[in-house]
């Protein structure tokens, strides 16, 4: 489960961003992943969770995870659309 590293990840980089009286105010982590990065939100959810209570930081933080969709652009004609139904 990647889910716990990346979360971990999350965390290291939060702390070396802001000093303890910054950390302490957050209370919200909003997070987008893209379709392809295969992570599952309830699977970063439940990462989160065992993460917090294991290491008791960020026990009031809360985690949001968007999924963003898949955009491709054609250079010939700059048409955007999204990729749906990918598999």
Do not use: W
């Not at 439940?46 to 999924?67: G, I, P, S």
């Amino acid at each position: 489960m990647h889910e716990i590293s990346l979360v971990r990840n999350i965390f290291r980089t939060l702390e070396a961003e802001f000093n303890q009286e910054e950390l302490d105010k957050i209370n919200q982590i909003d997070l987008k992943v893209g379709l392809l990065s295969n992570v599952e939100p309830i699977l970063m959810q439940n990462a989160f969770d065992a993460v917090t209570q294991a290491e008791q930081r960020f026990l009031d933080t809360k985690l949001k995870v968007k999924v963003m969709p898949i955009i491709i652009k054609c250079e010939l004609c700059g048409d955007v659309s999204e990729v749906k139904n990918y598999s």
